[in-house]
Every structure is written in C-alpha cells, then in structure tokens.
C-alpha cells in the first residue's frame, strides 16, 4: 500500500523530503506534486523503477516519451546536445514554469532512452519538486497521471490519488490540491518553435 505523505509546498520539510529521495534512490515509484497536475516518477537511473512506470502506462521504455524534472537549467549539459543562445534566453525565461521544452538529447542520456533523439525538459516551480531533484543529484523522469474519465481528466485530490494508485506507487505525497491543466509542450527541435500542446500557461516566441 502506498503511504500518503503531506509535504508543504511553502517549506518543504527535510526530513519528509529525505524519506522521499531514498525511496526513489531504493527503485520506488512516487505521486508528487508540480506547478500543473500531479506526476509519477521515479530516479532517472533505476532502470527497474523505468520500467515499472512504463508497464503502468502501457508502452515500450524505449519509446515512452517522459520529461526530466530537473532542479534548473545546470541539468541541461547532462542530457541536451548544445543550444544556441536564442533558445537558452526561452528556456531562462519560462523557467520555472508550466512548461515542457522538447530539446535534442545527447549521447550522455541513459541507456534506456539511447535511441531517442530528443527528450523532454521540465523546472515545475514548486519547491517540493525542486527539493526532490537537489535531494537525489539527478533528473526525476516523470509523467503525468492522467485518468480515463473524460470528463476530468486529471484528478487533483491527493487522497483520490491515492485510492487509485494504492498498489502502484510507494508513495503519495499530498501537497495540496493539483491544477487539472498539464504543461504546455513546447518543441525547439524544429527551425520555428511550435506548441505541440496547448496546456497551462502561454507564451509568446519572437
């Protein structure tokens, strides 16, 4: 049974945010608050972990496509071939924020993922993410929890949360009430960046 953990977004306590990083560390699977709706992830180099989250979403790891959460933009060099000035000033600018940028991966992604020529980047501005990310020293690879409901489509009460993922993930953590609106995915692979997916928050590319 997942454990449901109230964590204050305003003062992220330490020693919850630890408990939280060594589950990860330990190939655990958590339900965690962002600046949208609330994500599942797990620590980006536990293979085991990938490929629990990918078996619950229905698709291949290796064709999933997932975002890194990361603290800020020093993560990029890790996993993003390198950007010309114009598309850092983007990234410095919606960051943190309600974005997802599609980036060029480089060479150093994990094995898993060595086949994808892009991959997703998230900074959520919410400080129980950041505390997570600076708590493990690497990316969470996450992805939304979307519901079959059509009507609504992201749940955004952490204990209906954990009703339903009870025996999926190890833990819930309960930082209030999530948004019901997902990030909005931008891609900067392209020679003019487009929104793939009109989500929360807008943003206007000169």
């Known amino acids: 049974m997942a454990e449901l953990l109230r964590i204050y977004n305003?003062?992220?306590?330490?020693?919850?945010?630890?408990?939280?990083?060594?589950?990860?560390?330990?190939?655990?699977?958590?339900?965690?608050?962002?600046?949208?709706?609330?994500?599942?992830?797990?620590?980006?180099?536990?293979?085991?972990?990938?490929?629990?989250?990918?078996?619950?979403?229905?698709?291949?790891?290796?064709?999933?496509?997932?975002?890194?959460?990361?603290?800020?933009?020093?993560?990029?060099?890790?996993?993003?071939?390198?950007?010309?000035?114009?598309?850092?000033?983007?990234l410095k600018r919606c960051l943190p924020g309600p974005y997802t940028f599609v980036l060029p991966g480089n060479n150093n992604l994990p094995n898993v993922f060595k086949k994808k020529k892009t991959v997703g980047i998230r900074v959520p501005d919410n400080n129980i993410c950041k505390a997570l990310v600076s708590g493990l020293g690497n990316p969470i690879v996450s992805t939304s929890i979307k519901d079959d409901d059509e009507v609504l489509e992201y749940t955004t009460d952490p204990e209906l949360i954990k009703e339903k993922w009870d025996k999926l993930v190890d833990i819930v953590i309960?930082?209030?009430?999530?948004?019901?609106?997902?990030?909005?995915?931008?891609?900067?692979?392209?020679?003019?960046?487009?929104?793939?997916?009109?989500?929360?928050?807008?943003?206007?590319?000169?």
């Open 10 to 90: 305003e003062n992220p306590e330490q020693n919850k945010i630890k408990k939280v990083v060594d589950t990860l560390r330990n190939g655990g699977l958590v339900i965690y608050p962002t600046d949208t709706v609330y994500g599942l992830g797990c620590d980006i180099t536990n293979t085991a972990a990938l490929e629990k989250i990918a078996q619950i979403k229905g698709v291949k790891l290796d064709k999933a496509n997932f975002s890194f959460i990361c603290e800020d933009l020093s993560n990029l060099s890790d996993y993003v071939k390198q950007i010309d000035t114009a598309t850092f000033k983007i």
């Open 174 to 206: 309960d930082g209030g009430f999530g948004d019901n609106i997902p990030s909005t995915v931008i891609d900067l692979t392209t020679a003019t960046p487009e929104v793939i997916r009109e989500g929360k928050g807008s943003i206007e590319i000169m």
